[in-house]
């Protein structure tokens, strides 16, 4: 097994099982079962803001341990905690309320080992993700997972999400982001 999906099970084990928490994978680990797969070094999740945030950064880091100083006032910037996690670095989002629980409603279990499990984002929250961050590699990962997934997404969802994190975040390149790589598939 991958050092990748040792983290995750660690990680699922942690949110889901200890601290009955909603959480999915959202990064390269989705992507290889939305789009074309491709060699991931890290492991990317999203939680439920269901603690409070001061508490889930302690109890988290207490239990994995921090990659940065002062988790605590990172994580109140951001809204993001950076572990590292059986020697994997794990960048964890704090869900944003709202679109979190449409997010873990449309999340998918998978099998990844003999009665092994995970929760991975569906292939739109995936695209929704790769569209907020923007980089060349995101719009890639964009691109495949529309190659790969096609008509079977539900664009009408992609589309009012990312409209509404447009319009929060006044920046209409969230959305056009999506608009080219569809129109390009």
């Not at 994978?25 to 797969?37: D, H, K, N, S, T």
């Not at 409603?105 to 998978?110: L, T």
């Not at 995936?126 to 997972?145: F, N």
Request: net charge neutral.
């Amino acid at each position: 097994m991958n050092p990748q999906i040792k983290a995750a099970l660690a990680v699922h084990e942690f949110f889901a099982e200890q601290l009955t928490l909603n959480y999915a994978v959202i990064g390269g680990i989705a992507l290889q079962f939305w789009g074309e797969p491709r060699f991931t070094h890290d492991l990317d999740v999203t939680v439920q803001d269901k603690l409070d945030l001061p508490e889930l950064v302690k109890l988290t880091t207490e239990a994995f341990g921090s990659r940065v100083p002062n988790p605590q006032k990172f994580a109140r910037d951001t809204r993001m905690l950076l572990l590292s996690v059986a020697g994997v670095d794990v960048d964890v989002a704090v869900a944003l309320r709202g679109y979190e629980d449409s997010l873990f409603a449309r999340a998918r279990s998978i099998e990844v080992g003999q009665g092994k499990r995970l929760t991975i984002c569906s292939a739109e929250d995936l695209i929704i993700h790769k569209a907020l961050a923007g980089r060349p590699q995101d719009l890639a990962d964009i691109q495949s997972v529309i190659a790969r997934q096609g008509k079977k997404l539900d664009a009408r969802y992609i589309r009012s999400w990312l409209g509404e994190f447009s319009r929060t975040l006044d920046d209409p390149g969230i959305i056009e982001r999506f608009r080219q790589a569809w129109a390009r598939r």
